[in-house]
């Protein structure tokens, strides 16, 4: 970038000063990694790589402010030649203030929290100070680097995030298309989202929330509202946030200050700054809420070495659990829980009185010791739980045993809720297997375990025990109040949803993507929704789908829930076709370039020769319905289904191209085909595209590898057949490019409008036409990869930015270059679709000339009709119909002659039949009075 001159900024480079480590965050145009100094300098580091559209947006902020200590330091960047900017930055050990505050691990009081506020004050008055807005301040843009509970200057915060960024003096190109983060911005921006309306006092207003949602613990404003639409109407109609449990009296009139209606009335940020360095709080942030806590009994019915012995620690979900075993009686087999504090009311209730349900887990009570330990008494798991048992391939159930599994689950949940409390933290790993088999429903036992984080179902009861979120599962209305209320039966429905995506995922977890909380909690909160599970039953992705509904009203109740799972029937349930070692087996692996080919055989022996592809989970479902949707067309590969095993592998199973794909052949040279084998291939190739635009779908990946060759003449044309393959790519017309589906070693085939994320592009038809034109160079080039294997993708960029455009092959005809250069013409408009190319490559037919019609004309004499050629010779025979001549054929009977049609009299018939001029003529003559016409014109 220019801009990187002006502020001096030091220059790094990959693998001589840093390398990139795992990646942190990611959105479509922006990603966060780890970083590792190969220098000798220490300090942690995370590296940003944005694209073009971000950089312009956000770097120069960052830039302009790099200076003070409270606002997140640029270190440097990364030269590059994938016209990328990318920032080297100090880490965050600590994650974001939200983060902090909602994993409740460590002790931050209200002074400890004034001081930060001071912190992010300072910084707001020098951003405003250099006209800038920041416009989106809020916890989650607050970076951690230093907490220290026993002296708060200690602390150290920095601000960070300037996405939402915008100069006063300047309105930004882009304002229209910028987020609005409703539920802390000022009410005059909702009411006109105008450059006009940014200012530092809109930032002030941000404030006050950021100040409000830290002593609420990270709850988001607003939070027992779902839609951000009503959100906005009530703050528009003056609906003030409260005031948060056991706030200072000091900081609350500082909040309101900071709303007031008129923005010239709310403090500046020096103004804030002061007030809040003069400010004295006392901590009283540790009062507990209304729930109590169990007391533990004073005789207890069982003591440690008595009744009960204590083994080895086991790998526990809640507490520490150790192995046990009866001392003096025959029981079933039991563990030992020792817990970190006494149990909550709600959860005693599950250990004490709610504790004979067939799947909840038994609980005999607590063990007395000398220990000083709370020891909890409970059931042991033969094999443990869910979680662990579908991650490690141990247990495979069938669809219809997860839907018996599911409805285990619901029936304990139906009994919970019924005694008006909600479990709070359903998740796979809290549900113990007792009985497994994976193709009998009857034989599956489980039991819902860990009650934890129970509450009292009442989405208006405020809990402040401060709590773990288990923000990977929990209901969105949870963390908008960072787990202090909004808990209901609809809370726990949500998080069945994620249990039964989870378990229909093998154990996988949900959104793994992400490290921190916050992360996860923005993604989820931005209505980002788990994929559906690869090959999961569409009607169990219904029921998931329907547990996520963002309002909790409209979300189905557990005995709904219910009956959905009992109206399965077995019958409908999709299974696979196809069993390895069943139908197929899988023999010697083959070199291929996307996934794993694997050569395969049927058992018994029969059909066309297969293979096995071991396919990415992520891909997996969506590649395969691309493949069976165009099944049926004779220039796509056929795809036979996915195939069962018991190796934990999505195999996919597809007839096998003997000759592999075009790529490799034409680079060996075993195929040398003429300029009408080419062409004869790319008409197939033009045949399937057409058909897969027909169905409002882009291929995305074309390119002679993905060309796969069946039949095969370099000279005949008609002896070749090839088929397209590899749906990895594929993506319905209209669908935005993201950089995730980009990779670096396509940008050879990719269009120039896919590389330019400025308009955020979308895949079209046009798009795989250009590809098309890449590969019919590539073809005609021998197989040789465009602009060179080697080249890097910035390069290949600026070549086609550059009108840099692939040269003419020496084997390609001129014809065919002239088309090959439409589909690669940069201007869409001008380019030609599928169909269209095809017309233009197909040979042109030759045209017969015209026959003209046979003319009939109407005889003066006796109104018959005849060939206007064949007239002269009748008027030498017809007789006016009323003539006054004395003829002697004029009472005379006529007969027409079946050889040339005239009427010839009766008496004179036979002697006519003798001289007729067309006797002697082909027969065809007798049949097509047109005849005499071709042969005047010697056809």
Wanted: charged residues 25%; contains cysteine; neutral net charge.
């Amino acid at each position: 970038m220019a801009i990187l001159s002006k502020y001096k900024l030091d220059e790094y480079q990959y693998g001589v000063h840093v390398q990139k480590g795992d990646q942190l965050y990611m959105m479509s145009e922006k990603k966060i990694y780890f970083g590792k100094w190969i220098t000798r300098r220490k300090e942690a580091i995370i590296i940003i790589e944005m694209s073009e559209t971000i950089a312009e947006r956000q770097a120069l902020f960052y830039l302009e402010v790099n200076g003070h200590d409270n606002i997140i330091r640029t270190l440097g960047y990364v030269e590059n030649s994938l016209n990328l900017t990318i920032f080297i930055q100090e880490y965050a050990p600590q994650g974001d203030l939200a983060d902090c505050l909602m994993d409740n691990q460590l002790n931050i009081t209200v002074p400890i929290l004034v001081e930060m506020f001071t912190q992010v004050a300072d910084a707001m008055s020098y951003i405003a100070s250099k006209k800038i807005v920041h416009g989106d301040l809020g916890c989650r843009n607050v970076l951690v680097f230093q907490l220290d509970s026993s002296e708060k200057k200690n602390n150290l915060v920095k601000i960070t995030d300037f996405g939402l960024a915008r100069w006063i003096d300047h309105p930004a190109s882009n304002e229209n298309e910028l987020d609005i983060p409703i539920r802390y911005c000022a009410p005059e921006i909702l009411r006109n989202n105008h450059h006009s309306n940014y200012s530092e006092k809109s930032d002030v207003y941000s404030m006050g929330v950021l100040i409000w949602e830290a002593l609420s613990n990270s709850e988001i404003p607003y939070s027992s509202v779902a839609d951000d639409k009503e959100v906005s109407r009530m703050k528009l109609n003056n609906n003030k946030l409260t005031k948060p449990r056991s706030c200072d009296d000091k900081l609350w009139n500082l909040m309101k200050n900071c709303w007031h209606n008129n923005s010239s009335d709310r403090p500046t940020f020096e103004q804030i700054k002061e007030r809040l360095s003069n400010m004295k709080v006392s901590d009283n942030r540790d009062l507990r809420s209304s729930v109590s806590f169990h007391e533990l009994p004073v005789h207890y019915e069982y003591e440690l070495n008595v009744d009960i012995a204590m083994h080895n620690l086991l790998n526990g979900q809640f507490g520490r659990t150790y192995e046990a075993e009866w001392i003096s009686r025959e029981e079933r087999s039991i563990v030992l829980i020792v817990m970190e504090e006494e149990p909550s009311e709600y959860e005693a209730l599950f250990y004490t009185n709610f504790n004979r349900h067939d799947h909840i887990l038994h609980t005999f009570g607590f063990v007395g010791n000398n220990r000083g330990l709370i020891l909890l008494l409970q059931e042991r798991a033969p094999y443990g739980n869910l979680q662990v048992l579908l991650r490690n391939g141990h247990y495979q159930p069938s669809q219809f045993v997860l839907i018996t599994i599911f409805l285990q689950i619901v029936e304990a949940m139906i009994y919970v809720i019924s005694k008006g409390i909600v479990h709070g933290n359903l998740c796979c790993a809290n549900v113990l297997v007792f009985q497994m088999d994976p193709s009998q429903p009857t034989k599956n036992l489980v039991k819902l375990a860990n009650f934890g984080l129970a509450h009292k179902n009442d989405p208006s009861f405020v809990d402040d025990r401060r709590l773990p979120i288990p923000v990977r599962y929990c209901a969105l209305e949870i963390l908008r109040s960072a787990g202090q209320s909004n808990y209901s039966e609809l809370s726990d429905v949500y998080s069945m949803g994620v249990l039964m995506w989870e378990a229909c995922s093998k154990g996988k977890v949900p959104y793994e993507s992400s490290i921190t909380n916050s992360e996860i909690r923005q993604r989820k909160l931005n209505d980002e929704k788990l994929p559906k599970p690869f090959m999961c039953d569409p009607q169990i992705w219904s029921i998931m789908e329907e547990c996520w509904l963002n309002e909790p009203t409209i979300r189905y109740n557990f005995q709904e829930m219910k009956k959905r799972f009992s109206d399965i029937s077995p019958d409908s349930i999709q299974t696979y076709k196809y069993e390895l070692n069943v139908n197929v087996k899988q023999k010697r692996s083959l070199n291929g370039n996307n996934g794993k080919f694997y050569e395969g055989d049927w058992i018994p022996k029969k059909g066309p020769p297969i293979i096995l592809i071991v396919m990415d989970e992520e891909t997996a479902e969506q590649e395969a319905s691309f493949y069976m949707k165009f099944n049926s067309h004779p220039h796509i590969v056929h795809t036979f289904g996915f195939v069962k095993n018991d190796l934990q592998l999505i195999m996919l199973l597809q007839e096998r191209a003997p000759y592999g794909d075009l790529q490799t052949l034409l680079q060996a040279g075993t195929l040398d085909p003429s300029g009408k084998v080419l062409v004869a291939i790319f008409l197939q190739i033009i045949e399937a595209m057409i058909y897969i635009a027909s169905q409002d779908t882009v291929h995305g990946d074309l390119r002679c590898m993905n060309v796969l060759v069946f039949e095969m003449d370099s000279s005949d044309p008609t002896k070749n057949l090839v088929k397209l393959t590899n749906f990895s790519m594929a993506c319905p017309i209209g669908h935005h490019v993201s950089n995730k589906r980009m990779t670096d070693d396509l940008m050879q085939y990719y269009a120039p409008e896919i590389r330019q994320n400025e308009n955020k592009p979308k895949y079209s038809e046009l798009s795989d036409v250009y590809s098309m034109g890449v590969l019919m160079w590539q073809a005609c080039s021998k197989g040789t990869i465009p602009y060179g294997r080697d080249t890097k993708d910035g390069e290949i960029q600026q070549r086609k930015s550059n009108k840099g455009k692939l040269s003419q092959p020496k084997q390609c005809q001129n014809k065919l270059w002239e088309i090959i250069l439409d589909c690669l013409h940069s201007q869409l408009e001008s380019q030609y679709n599928f169909a269209q190319t095809s017309c233009t490559m197909k040979p042109k037919p030759v045209k017969s000339p015209e026959i003209p019609k046979p003319v009939y004309v109407k005889c003066d004499n006796c109104k018959k009709e005849f060939l206007d050629n064949r007239l002269v010779d009748h008027k030498r025979t017809c007789l006016p119909k009323h003539s006054t001549v004395n003829n002697r054929y004029e009472l005379s009977k006529f007969v027409q002659c079946k050889n040339c049609n005239q009427q010839i009299p009766s008496d004179r018939i036979d002697a006519h039949k003798g001289s007729c001029p067309l006797k002697s003529r082909s027969v065809f003559g007798s049949i097509c009075p047109c005849f005499s016409f071709f042969r005047s014109k010697n056809y």
